[in-house]
């Protein structure tokens, strides 16, 4: 299995005889109580409650299939969490990852609900977040404390696309016995295995890519031997598990991933490229691209482009921003991504220590499974509408 190719891995990951009776898929295991036989059953289940079945909020089969395939296709791992939602991922695993007057490093371009979490709820309970500039990474090593736990990072990063040299910054904090934390939605296991180049805990919104159908939302964390157990025992301790029906969704999803993410980079690159020579369009926002200042990073690390980046546009009228959004064929207008349909969202990007400005309004746009040709032509129409 390990020698195979990620595609291939993608396939039979997860999938034991054992689980299925012989059916392709898990069947849909809805289970609270599961019974003992006997005294001797119910004492020895105890001693071992992840030998097997327990009660349905460790799992049953159905959770263990997509567990174990999120941990395959992170080759080096330990095991994998799964929680209903990305955000309650990324709760636990900051939960797991630090302790009351425990200091964070978090890089300035996170996912907003991420920086929210830290500034309630890790600050309520004593720990202190600093975030750094995610492009530069240099000053890292003496920002670290001797109450430092852990280097937050996303790359790359949400809304603005960042890319970090994150095999760096977890080598620096695997030396100073931090532990290093990636939120890998944009990238998924596929593109960017994660835990090999060294990160501790690895975050994913299933919600995005691996469901891909716009239909349940999920989140998982996949860590590296050394952080496994907390992880677990954090998770375990807040209650998180993930619903059956929703872990069928997700398996499904997950076994055409590698055909979908190839279709998706394919057309946001020739969307970001036909953009950039648009005349409404400041920059195109997308480290794909040759000239973007990540994409030395992006072609050293990723196998793959997935389905998103952003357009600076040139100022213009809310209304004639309203005139190119509201007017698409092809992009719906809503939060999230993955799924088979092209979204776009009009973004403002949050920031404590770095600035973010763009003179006109910005648009983040996901690229689904349409034809490029047919979304090259709305979101150019879209953009003369703009334009006026
Ligand atoms: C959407 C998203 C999340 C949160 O996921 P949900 O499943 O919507 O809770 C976390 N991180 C990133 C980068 C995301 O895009």
Redesign the pocket.
């Known amino acids: 299995m390990s020698g195979d190719k990620p595609a291939t891995r993608l396939v039979h990951a997860g999938r034991r005889p054992e689980w299925t009776h012989g059916v392709v898929n898990p069947p849909v295991y809805r289970a609270s109580t599961c019974l003992f036989e006997t005294l001797d059953a119910y004492e020895a289940a105890s001693r071992n409650p992840d030998a097997g079945l327990y009660y349905g909020r460790r799992g049953t089969p159905t959770t263990w299939a997509l567990a174990e395939a999120l941990t395959e296709m992170e080759p080096g791992a330990a095991g994998t969490h799964l929680f209903p939602?990305?955000?309650?991922a990324?709760a636990a695993v900051l939960l797991a990852a630090t302790s009351s007057g425990g200091h964070v490093l978090m890089a300035d371009n996170v996912?907003e609900?991420?920086r929210l979490m830290a500034k309630s709820i890790l600050a309520q309970i004593g720990v202190e977040t600093e975030f750094y500039d995610p492009t530069n990474h240099e000053s890292l090593p003496e920002r670290i404390r001797g109450n430092t736990q852990a280097i937050y990072m996303?790359s790359p990063g949400?809304l603005t696309f960042e890319v970090q040299d994150v095999p760096a910054i977890a080598a620096l904090a695997r030396a100073r016995g931090i532990l290093s934390i990636l939120?890998n939605?944009?990238a998924t296991p596929l593109l960017f295995p994660a835990i090999r180049h060294g990160v501790d805990l690895s975050?994913q919104?299933?919600?995005?890519y691996v469901v891909g159908h716009s239909d349940a939302?999920?989140?998982s964390v996949t860590a590296a031997p050394d952080a496994w157990q907390n992880l677990r025992n954090t998770a375990l301790r807040l209650g998180q598990t993930a619903a059956p029906d929703d872990c069928a969704l997700a398996l499904r999803g997950l076994r055409t991933l590698a055909v979908r993410m190839e279709r998706h980079g394919k057309t946001a690159l020739a969307l970001a490229q036909a953009l950039a020579a648009h005349p409404a369009v400041e920059r195109v926002i997308c480290p794909g691209l040759p000239g973007d200042p990540g994409h030395a990073l992006w072609t050293r690390d990723f196998s793959g482009y997935a389905s998103l980046f952003a357009i600076a546009l040139k100022p213009g009228s809310r209304e004639a921003l309203a005139a190119c959004v509201d007017n698409l064929r092809h992009f719906g207008m809503g939060f999230?991504?993955g799924g088979y349909e092209s979204l776009v969202l009009p973004v403002k990007p949050m920031r404590t220590v770095t600035r973010w400005q763009t003179e006109g309004p910005m648009l983040r746009i996901h690229c689904g499974l349409e034809d490029a040709d047919d979304l090259i032509a709305d979101m150019k129409n879209g953009l003369d509408r703009y334009a006026g």
């Open positions: 939602s990305g955000v309650a990324i996912y609900p991420t996303e949400s939120d939605t944009w975050v919104s299933l919600t995005k939302l999920m989140g999230s991504f």
